[in-house]
């Protein structure tokens, strides 16, 4: 059985999306759904009671973070391979079938990521390297433009032409991933000490460590509607005065202190 947990955050429209994508996609797979759901709004409940009553809705008064979000959902799920999703991807047809048979097929794999796809069939940086202090630096910073910053952030991506086959990667990015339950039990759940941010890369250095392998899948496309709130740091205001740039800072103050012996 395949569990499919759906994080959620005030974005009602794309939800509803979401899971007519599922519905409309799935195919014939055996599967249960779980929305967990952060500050949870009455448009929200109403739109589950209404038109999704069969799926598992799991509501928060407050805004509790991505790691704990998935770890509830994890925690309530039945199923044997656990499909972690955002409230702003929506699946294509074949997508989750073809990334659940390659688990089932290679059981030294631990985690599966499609490639992302914007609403224009763009692809989107989908899985990357481990990060370096001078990458994050780079790529929030405008010392991005130098040549200094433009070669740190090329050794944290990987490069769109080389998006399109299958790989080993060191990580995928959390909105959308394949999981076997199994390989949890062994790594563990979500460091919910990270509010938001890295927390999927830490989760996947954790797999690796753990001899489990994290898989870059790009026959699986999904299409992400991503926006992106943690902006550049372009100046000193906007460090201090946009919130998620600096959940953003202080995830990767916490990132590179776990693993600073590594």
Request: positive net charge; glycine residues 4%.
């Amino acid at each position: 059985m395949l569990s499919i947990i759906i994080t959620h955050h005030r974005t009602p429209v794309l939800l509803k999306l979401c899971l007519k994508s599922i519905k409309e996609n799935i195919g014939p797979l055996e599967y249960e759904i779980i929305v967990v759901d952060s500050q949870t709004e009455s448009v929200t409940q109403d739109l589950i009671e209404e038109e999704f009553s069969e799926i598992k809705f799991i509501p928060f008064p407050k805004n509790i973070g991505y790691a704990k979000i998935v770890n509830t959902g994890i925690k309530a799920s039945k199923g044997e391979y656990i499909l972690i999703l955002n409230a702003d991807i929506l699946i294509t047809k074949d997508s989750v079938a073809q990334m659940l048979e390659f688990i089932q097929k290679n059981p030294e794999v631990g985690i599966v990521g499609p490639q992302l796809l914007t609403f224009s069939n763009k692809s989107q940086h989908s899985c990357f390297r481990f990060p370096s202090i001078g990458a994050i630096i780079a790529r929030r910073t405008f010392l991005g433009k130098l040549s200094w910053g433009k070669k740190k952030i090329n050794d944290f991506l990987i490069k769109k032409e080389d998006s399109f086959s299958k790989k080993k990667v060191d990580w995928v990015q959390g909105s959308a991933m394949l999981v076997r339950k199994k390989a949890i039990e062994k790594v563990g759940l979500l460091d919910e000490r990270f509010f938001m941010y890295l927390e999927d890369t830490d989760w996947c250095r954790r797999f690796w460590q753990n001899n489990y392998q994290v898989i870059y899948y790009p026959s699986a496309k999904m299409f992400h509607y991503y926006y992106r709130v943690s902006k550049k740091w372009n100046s000193l205001l906007d460090t201090l005065f946009n919130k998620y740039t600096r959940i953003h800072l202080i995830s990767a103050i916490k990132y590179f202190w776990k693993w600073r012996k590594a």
